[in-house]
Nanobody
Framework: QVQLVESGGGLVQAGGSLRLSCAASGLTFSKYGMGWFRQAPGKEREFVAAINWSGGSTYYPDSVKGRFTISRDNAKNTVYLQMNSLKPEDTAVYYC?????????????????WGQGTQVTVSS
């Protein structure tokens, strides 16, 4: 049974930082591309970051580029999202996801497994 478990969310002031973690089990983690998405109330799920199986390639949308960094540790079956210079508009539930067939994807439908999400709230 595949499980992706996010942690590290919380309440932070604007300009602050948080580091999210996503621990994977039940799959050969090093074969999967990993992604982070977020969803704010009343909005569609939004792509935040992706990393390929080796960690050698990453991809970000303009909204977070230069502020967020995705990384992975295949020995620990964990993917991370370092979020700096946080803004109130970054407030959302953050989800990690795993894709076997699409190494570096920003499309939610191309991901096979999803975590339950962790809340990030940025106060102004």
């Amino acid at each position: 049974q595949v499980q992706l478990v996010e942690s590290g969310g919380g309440l932070v002031q604007a300009g602050g930082s948080l580091r999210l973690s996503c621990a994977a089990s039940g799959l050969t983690f090093s074969k999967y591309g990993m992604g982070w998405f977020r969803q704010a109330p009343g909005k569609e799920r939004e792509f935040v970051a992706a990393i390929n199986w080796s960690g050698g390639s990453t991809y970000y949308p303009d909204s977070v580029k230069g502020r967020f960094t995705i990384s992975r540790d295949n020995a620990k079956n964990t993917v991370y999202l370092q979020m700096n210079s946080l803004k109130p508009e970054d407030t959302a539930v953050y989800y990690c996801a795993a894709t076997l067939d699409y190494g570096l994807s920003y499309v939610p439908d191309e991901y096979d497994y999803w975590g339950q999400g962790t809340q990030v709230t940025v106060s102004s």
